[in-house]
């Protein structure tokens, strides 16, 4: 099953379409075309909203950031004939991002969801502000923006300050293939840069965009890994020849956690044939298998309850001041606040490096030969006198170990370490955007954790079917396409052989969702 989307069909129609997750990872992954809608409501809303701003300036009204100065600052007064600079100014001195630069995916992610927030009409920025920013995203004119340096809240303004510096000609970009000035780019295009209006800076920088798609990207991974993982618990349970009565539905409608019920009934789809056949070598096996639903449950739990958390972020309106495109009242509040996909992102990090444990423990057993019922040391492939001078998987369970260490360390919530910051105005943040980061790189290193299981799975089936103790008709049903994908992209390890072009190619599959992974029941991230 595809990780990006099963549910995208045709293009994404912005002000016309309430933006998911899959919309979000599909335009990500350039699946899925994007355009601005056509329609007059949502486009009215956006005139409005740009109208009241100047409406509000020719009576002298005050508005944060256009009559203002930013932050702090917002008690300086800006003078009338320095309002049309103060946005450009805003891009310029927010030009201070670090670290690597956010990738294509990620930065059509970040589009994608700014885009979303400022077709609700309550930002104040003109039409031809969205129009081009939609057309950035359809063209693929992709703003080069940094990582590194957002406290989220208010908002992202300094990844953002790369978008809206962008639209204004000043920033670098990616486009066709490659780096040049937004300006250029715009030429070759037949675009042209923006002269940004009042407010018009402030609204595309001072949101939550670039958490929130960062989060739908670690959301839809965490998705497939979910499923890979319980695909995976299935195949180490049989390479153990283990016990699938752990698995029974009696058992776990005891205690009837609709994920946790989930995964046992997939692992045991997987395991019928298999638990016809054999009698299992312990009764008890020991808590990575048998506990594995109850770990992986976990997330899939949670996955319906952060959806909702990410969607609604994703479609609100989230910078500051408003503007009410009915009324025209301006209604300076904290809506860049970052608070609840810091928790989504906290909360999914933890839950996914917890499968990395897990996986990492499955990987040990198998590994093993005093845990491993049979099966040769380090899984290695090799018999006879050349068998002393091979040592199969045994470094490929140290690098495992490393990457899980790795990922329980990023688990330390990035929300508790909040810092007051630009003159105790921002003295509540957020870190979404941290806890956002963190969560991809917890589920890059599940990925090669899962890579290296998958090695592992591939190696001790193979074993099992050369010795006789299982047969091919064990892997009926929804796990013989799986095990076939399996054997196709890794070979059966006989002499040592470095694995780590294996090991990248396997990462790459796991990202775009390249295994199948289908059951005959159930969803990911819901119930039976």
Request: proline share 4%.
């Given at each position: 099953m ?5 549910d995208?069909s045709?293009e ?9 997750i ?5 335009i ?7 355009r601005?809608g056509?329609?007059?409501g949502f486009r ?17 009204g005050m508005?944060y950031?256009?009559t203002t ?7 300086t007064?800006?003078s ?7 946005p450009?100014h805003l891009?310029?001195f ?8 956010l990738?294509e ?10 885009l ?9 920025v003109s039409?031809?502000l969205v129009?081009?920013?939609?057309e950035?995203l359809?063209?693929?004119?992709l703003?080069m923006?940094p990582a590194?340096g ?5 908002g992202d303004?300094?990844?953002l300050?790369?978008?809206?510096g962008?639209?204004a000609g ?5 486009f066709?293939g490659?780096?040049m000035?937004?300006a250029?780019?715009f030429?070759e295009?037949g675009?042209a ?6 407010k018009e800076?402030?609204?595309?920088m001072?949101?939550?965009a670039v958490m929130s798609?960062?989060?739908a ?13 319980t695909?995976?618990?299935?195949l180490v349970?049989?390479?153990l020849?283990?016990n699938?009565?752990h698995?029974?539905?009696r058992?776990?409608?005891?205690k009837?956690h609709?994920g946790?019920?989930l995964?046992?009934?997939r692992?045991?789809a997987?395991?019928?044939a298999f ?10 096996d020991?808590y990575s298998?048998?506990?594995a639903p ?5 997330l ?7 959806r ?11 910078d500051?001041p ?11 509040g904290?809506h860049?606040y ?5 928790f989504t ?7 996914v ?8 423990r499955q990987?040990?057993?198998l590994?093993?030969t005093?845990f ?9 492939g090799v ?8 040592h199969?998987?045994?470094?490929l369970q ?5 990457w899980t260490a790795?990922a329980l360390?990023l688990?330390?919530?990035?929300s ?9 105005n921002?003295d509540?943040v957020s870190m979404g955007t ?8 917890v589920?890059e290193?599940t ?6 299981l998958?090695i592992?799975c591939?190696?001790?089936i ?6 006789g103790?299982i047969a ?6 929804p796990?013989t ?9 890794i ?5 040592d052989r470095?694995?780590d072009?294996?090991l990248?190619?396997l990462c790459a599959?796991i990202?775009?969702?390249a295994w199948?992974l ?6 990911a991230?819901?119930s039976l």
């Amino acid at each position: 099953m595809d990780a990006v989307a099963d549910d995208i069909s045709g293009e994404v129609v912005f002000g016309e379409t309430r933006l998911t997750i899959e919309h979000v990872r599909a335009i990500a992954a350039g699946i899925a075309p994007s355009r601005l809608g056509a329609g007059a409501g949502f486009r009215e809303a956006v005139a409005r909203s740009a109208a009241h701003v100047d409406e509000t300036l020719r009576r002298d009204g005050m508005i944060y950031g256009v009559t203002t100065g930013y932050g702090d600052s917002c008690t300086t007064p800006v003078s009338d004939e320095l309002i049309a600079e103060l946005p450009l100014h805003l891009t310029r001195f927010h030009g201070v991002g670090t670290g690597r630069i956010l990738s294509e995916a990620e930065t059509r992610a970040v589009m994608a969801v700014r885009l979303a927030s400022l077709v609700h009409g309550w930002s104040g920025v003109s039409l031809g502000l969205v129009e081009l920013l939609a057309e950035m995203l359809k063209q693929n004119i992709l703003p080069m923006i940094p990582a590194e340096g957002s406290v989220g809240a208010s908002g992202d303004l300094t990844p953002l300050s790369y978008v809206a510096g962008a639209l204004a000609g000043e920033r670098m970009v990616r486009f066709n293939g490659r780096e040049m000035m937004s300006a250029d780019a715009f030429r070759e295009a037949g675009l042209a840069p923006i002269a940004l209006r009042p407010k018009e800076a402030l609204a595309v920088m001072n949101g939550t965009a670039v958490m929130s798609g960062l989060g739908a990207i670690a959301f839809s991974k965490a998705i497939h890994l979910a499923a890979l993982s319980t695909r995976l618990t299935s195949l180490v349970c049989m390479g153990l020849m283990g016990n699938p009565a752990h698995f029974d539905e009696r058992l776990h409608s005891a205690k009837p956690h609709p994920g946790q019920m989930l995964v046992a009934a997939r692992i045991r789809a997987d395991l019928a044939a298999f638990a016809r056949r054999h009698e299992p070598s312990r009764l008890q096996d020991r808590y990575s298998i048998r506990c594995a639903p109850h770990v992986i449950g976990v997330l899939e739990d949670m996955l319906p309850s952060f959806r909702t958390i990410l969607e609604t972020e994703i479609n609100s309106a989230n910078d500051n001041p408003l503007i009410d495109p009915a009324s025209g009242d301006i209604l300076h509040g904290g809506h860049f606040y970052g608070g609840h996909v810091a928790f989504t992102m906290d909360s999914l990090k933890n839950l996914v490096a917890n499968i990395a444990d897990l996986m990492d423990r499955q990987m040990t057993l198998l590994v093993d030969t005093r845990f491993n019922n049979g099966l040769p040391a380090n899984l290695s492939g090799v018999e006879g006198p050349r068998a002393a001078i091979n040592h199969g998987l045994k470094a490929l369970q140290i690098a495992t170990s490393a990457w899980t260490a790795e990922a329980l360390k990023l688990t330390m919530p990035a929300s508790v370490f909040s810092r007051s910051t630009e003159c105790h105005n921002q003295d509540k943040v957020s870190m979404g955007t941290i806890a956002a980061r963190d969560a991809l790189r917890v589920l890059e290193l599940t990925e090669q954790v899962a890579a290296a299981l998958a090695i592992a799975c591939r190696q001790a089936i193979r074993l099992r079917l050369r010795s006789g103790e299982i047969a091919a008709s064990d892997l009926e049903g929804p796990l013989t396409a799986f095990v076939e994908e399996l054997e196709a992209a890794i070979p059966f390890i006989e002499e040592d052989r470095p694995l780590d072009r294996l090991l990248g190619d396997l990462c790459a599959g796991i990202d775009r969702g390249a295994w199948t992974l289908d059951w005959p029941f159930g969803r990911a991230g819901g119930s039976l």
